[in-house]
Structure formats: structure tokens, C-alpha cells
T-cell receptor
């Protein structure tokens, strides 16, 4: 069965510190992975997808099939990065499974 | 132009009432979803429709009934509301292609008193 695990419910870092939000997945097929961000009381919005290999707002994520991971990283956290972050797995073309989310708190 | 829109944004109602939440998308997507986000921010799939056909129906009380009149709309009707139904409900849509993401509505904050 497909699964997405985000082991940290809350991650607190100081401004300027590096941040890594962990995501591990379980899926027998070829995974399509995404990171979504939800700022306070707003809708979820796409942050980045693994296929694009892009950097958005300084965040990057690399798919590691050997470790079945898709960790989200940023070298220098900013206060405006404080939000909920969800890792999501798309499977069977149009089904999405979301992890339980990690709340990132960037302290001044 | 809002891509995925839900109404109402806020809904406060008493236990035992029946209520509906509406969702519309103007992206031409063929798949729509309902997710429930609880107080701990856990996001759980409830239903998914593809071209008006139900494809995901998770373990949800049968008091919840989705209705898709056409592929641009997916409404959620809830009968006999309970305190535990209080949550934020998100509608989303996506296209059935590889590496395309889901787009979310702004959410409906349901409070049952």
C-alpha cells in the first residue's frame, strides 16, 4: 500500500539556520512526489514537485529512490517560511496521499 | 478568477442539522476531491470523483454524501451533524496526467455547536 510519512510534527529553528523537513514514502510503482505549503488559515499550495528539480523560495527537494525519501531543505530559514508543510504522493494517475504534515516554526 | 472555489468559507451550525458545502473548479480538471483537515492539521482524503464517477471513498460515515452534478462541481452534503465533524474541509481538483498537481480551494471551516 502507498504511504507517506512525515516523522516530525513540529520543527523549530532560528532564522538563518538550515532546515530539513523529512518525508519518506512507500509505493511499489514509480512515485510522483510533491511538497505543499499551507500558510496560516490559507489554502494548500504547491511548493515544488520532484520532476521539476527546481528551487522555490530557496527550498529544494531531491527524490532518493534508494532511501525512499523526498526531504525538503533550505539552507537559511526565514521567518516567513513558518507554515505547515505536507509531502504528497500521487499514484494511479489521479490519487493523492498526503503525509500528516510538519509545522515549521522559524524563530527570530 | 479563482481556480477552485468553495462556499461557504465559514459554517457554524447546531448538532443534528444537515448542511452542504459546494465546490466548483474552472480549470477543466477531470478529478475532484474532498479532504478533511482536523484540529491537528492532519489532512485526510474523504472522496474523489473522476468524470463524475466515484473513485475513492475512504472510511467516512455514511452521513457524508458527495454529489457531482458535472465534472466541474463536487458538493458535500452532511446529515445529522456531530461535534466531531468540526474541521476544515478542503476541495481540490487535478488532471489525470503524470506530474500534475492538485489545486486546492480555500477551505470551509465547519463548526458544530
Amino acid at each position: 500500500a502507498q504511504r507517506v510519512t512525515q516523522p516530525e510534527k513540529l520543527l523549530s529553528v532560528f532564522k538563518g539556520a538550515p532546515v530539513e523537513l523529512k518525508c519518506n514514502y512507500s509505493y511499489s510503482g514509480s512515485p510522483e512526489l510533491f511538497w505543499y505549503v499551507q500558510y496560516s488559515r490559507q489554502r494548500l499550495q504547491l511548493l515544488l514537485r520532484h520532476i521539476s528539480r527546481e528551487s522555490i523560495k530557496g527550498f529544494t527537494a531531491d527524490l532518493n529512490k534508494g532511501e525512499t525519501s523526498f526531504h525538503l531543505k533550505k539552507p537559511f530559514a526565514q521567518e516567513e517560511d513558518s507554515a505547515m508543510y505536507y509531502c504528497a504522493l500521487k499514484y494511479n494517475f489521479n490519487k493523492f496521499y498526503f503525509g500528516s504534515g510538519t509545522k515549521l516554526n522559524v524563530k527570530p | 478568477d479563482t481556480a477552485v472555489s468553495q462556499t461557504p468559507k465559514y459554517l457554524v451550525t447546531q448538532m443534528g442539522n444537515d448542511k452542504s458545502i459546494k465546490c466548483e473548479q474552472n480549470l477543466g480538471h477531470d478529478t475532484m476531491y474532498w479532504y478533511k483537515q482536523d484540529s491537528k492539521k492532519f489532512l485526510k482524503i474523504m472522496f474523489s470523483y473522476n468524470n463524475k464517477e466515484l473513485i475513492i471513498n475512504e472510511t467516512v460515515p455514511n452521513r457524508f454524501s458527495p454529489k457531482s452534478p458535472d465534472k466541474a462541481h463536487l458538493n458535500l452534503h452532511i446529515n445529522s451533524l456531530e461535534l466531531g465533524d468540526s474541521a476544515v474541509y478542503f476541495c481540490a481538483s487535478s488532471q489525470r496526467h503524470s506530474n500534475t498537481e492538485a489545486f486546492f480551494g480555500q477551505g470551509t471551516r465547519l463548526t458544530v455547536v
